[in-house]
């Protein structure tokens, strides 16, 4: 991990963060690694998230940190939910969902708040001064005005320093670029097994995220389909909460 945070610090963390069919589960899975790592020094670590259709609740659970879960609104139904609008993609404002985070916790202090979520921003972190001093905040939008201590974006956007001018305070500290990005162990172990490249394919991974609501892998193995190119070996990797496992299965068949 290319940054430290000092081991005095280092006593519990709390994470709001959201999975679902409409957010997929990326957000979870990369506080997840930090966790990961934050739980493997002794840190106390803490999940909030909030039930929506396809939460991802048993990895965070099966990796032995703590959860509370947020109610799902009432009425909440993916197909009235504008995907282009981050703002409703938790069917529930940021005050009313800042509200209800608190309520969940019960007066309980945290060295650290970890923020991974498109929904949240200063509207949302102005409220947690009660609960902990310090906010880390996972940002790749680069559009909403934060109010944290630390915001990490792995992103290698052109001056994406100077996108960041009014979104956050001059006492915020910005952790960009690649160098930053959170990327499981096990990615690092695949790197070392990279075979060398003579340019021809004999094998082809597929993956597009444990949920891909818009079948992208579907359209990628009808594409190999219609090439007809037998002699090329597919692996297919989709989540348990693909909405379009039936047909992927039906397809690989």
């Known amino acids: 991990m290319p940054f430290r945070v000092q081991e005095a610090e280092l006593n519990s963390i709390l994470f709001r963060t959201d999975s679902s ?16 790592e934050l739980k493997k020094k002794g840190c106390k670590t803490l999940f909030v998230s909030r039930d929506l259709p ?8 099966s990796r032995g940190h703590c959860l509370k879960i947020l109610p799902r609104p009432k009425d909440y139904f993916d197909v009235n939910i504008n995907k282009n609008s981050y703002e409703e993609w938790m069917g529930v404002t940021q005050e009313y969902d800042a509200e209800e985070f608190k309520n969940v916790l019960i007066d309980e202090k945290f060295d650290w708040i970890v923020v991974d979520h498109y929904s949240l921003g200063q509207e949302w972190e102005k409220q947690m001064k009660n609960i902990s001093e310090k906010i880390l905040v996972f940002d790749d939008l680069v559009e909403r005005k ?108």
């Open 21 to 36: 069919i409409i957010m997929g589960s990326g957000h979870v899975m990369r506080c997840l690694t930090l966790a990961d």
């Open 54 to 61: 396809g939460q991802n609740f048993k990895e965070i659970e």
């Open 146 to 253: 934060h109010e944290c201590n630390l915001l990490l974006n792995h992103t290698n956007l052109p001056g994406i320093k100077k996108k960041y001018k009014g979104l956050v305070s001059n006492n915020t500290k910005l952790l960009l670029g690649p160098r930053y990005l959170l990327l499981s162990p096990i990615f690092l172990k695949t790197k070392k097994r990279k075979p060398n490249k003579n340019g021809i394919i004999k094998r082809i991974f597929i993956y597009y995220g444990s949920i891909d609501p818009s079948n992208e892998t579907g359209k990628a193995i009808e594409s190999l389909i219609i090439m007809d190119r037998r002699e090329i070996i597919v692996d297919v990797v989709i989540g348990r909460n693909n909405v379009n496992m039936e047909k992927i299965k039906i397809l690989v068949s």
